[in-house]
């Protein structure tokens, strides 16, 4: 038995017990109509598939977040590995772990990230949308550099939100200087600082700073909606002329480029079309990156849900 070890050293066959972070825990009901939990444990290392068999509670949805105990053994399924609890439960307030150890955070230097960011803002020569770009900072500062991008699907740890963020400054730095006659770059890079911005009200956050859950105005209208209205108001205090309001909310609105993605029009200037490919660029790059973490060099994954297929994680130095 393998007691606390982090995730990214579980191999076929361990028999662990330790403290993990939960997500994804969702009670449901097999073919055969027997309960199980189907979840994720997560460490600062890694994440792996949880499964309890004959499993109805108490521990479900409402706990994602927590820090629980499970004890169980790691199997191959489909070509991935899954880890089957025989025991789990939520940690006590005698338990003792480190949370440090437990809590996945971006592999980056925060604060280098951060000051990219203030730098790039400081190249725009346009005053109107620099002055944007400095106010959405200044208000979201905080969470900005902590919280992270997504529930789940990528960068879902603590900075992935500054870490998205400034990688995409760095694409969107790079993109617009091949194509000086077709795309404004301020443009680009205020939209791209700004378009995921309202995460900070769209999801709500355990003690740990992770993403539990969507809140109420996540839920009824996004963070692309709460932030592209956001952005109206600003430009308006700060006598930003009206076109320049309405790309920018444009760029917003349509950064997830089709409506069954969540955009809620279409990218219809060079700025959001090139926007769109940035994010898709950085977060499906991410998803790569986490699930190539989990494979051997020359394995090929089980369907990944998030990119729709299987990948091979080619054999090479």
């Known amino acids: 038995m393998i007691c606390n070890a982090p995730i990214s ?7 662990v017990e ?3 972070l939960l997500s994804d825990a969702a009670l449901k009901t097999s073919n055969a109509g027997k309960p199980f939990l189907s979840a994720t444990v997560r460490d600062a290392t890694g994440a792996i598939a949880l499964k309890a068999w004959d499993y109805a509670g108490p521990i479900g949805e409402q706990d994602n977040g927590a820090v629980v105990k499970v004890r169980g053994r790691v199997q191959d399924y489909k070509g991935t590995l899954q880890f089957v609890a025989d025991r789990l439960r939520l940690a006590e307030p005698t338990d003792d772990y ?10 980056i230097d925060r604060e280098a990230a951060w000051q990219q960011v203030l730098s790039l803002v400081d190249t725009m020569t346009d005053p109107d949308f620099r002055a944007v770009a400095r106010e959405v900072l200044r208000r979201h500062e905080a969470t900005f550099r902590a919280i992270p991008a997504a ?3 990528h960068h879902g740890f603590v900075g ?5 963020t400034s990688r995409m400054l760095s694409i969107a730095d790079f993109l617009t200087r091949l194509y000086p006659g077709v795309v404004n ?6 939209g791209t600082l700004c378009h995921d911005m309202a995460k900070d009200a ?3 956050f355990s003690p740990a700073g992770l993403v539990t859950d969507y809140t109420i105005p996540g839920r009824l209208l996004g963070h692309s909606v709460m932030e592209a209205r956001e952005i109206a108001e600003l430009c308006e205090a700060l006598s930003v002329p009206a076109e320049k309001s309405v790309l920018l909310q444009h760029l917003i609105l349509s950064h997830h480029g089709q409506p069954e993605f969540g955009a809620a029009v279409i990218p219809q200037c060079a700025e959001a079309e090139l926007l769109h490919h940035i994010d898709l660029i950085d977060s499906r790059m991410e998803i790569y990156a986490e699930e190539l973490s989990r494979l051997d060099k020359g394995g090929v994954s089980g369907r990944v849900y998030a990119l729709d297929k299987r990948i091979y994680r080619p054999d090479l130095d």
């Open 18 to 20: 330790g403290f993990y």
């Open 185 to 190: 770059r301020d443009l680009v890079l205020t």
């Open 151 to 153: 529930k789940s699907v």
């Open 9 to 15: 050293t579980w191999q076929k066959g361990d028999e």
């Open 98 to 107: 480190d949370l440090g150890a437990i809590v996945p955070t971006a592999p």
């Open 160 to 164: 992935g939100l500054l870490m998205h």
């Open 202 to 204: 769209e999801f709500a």
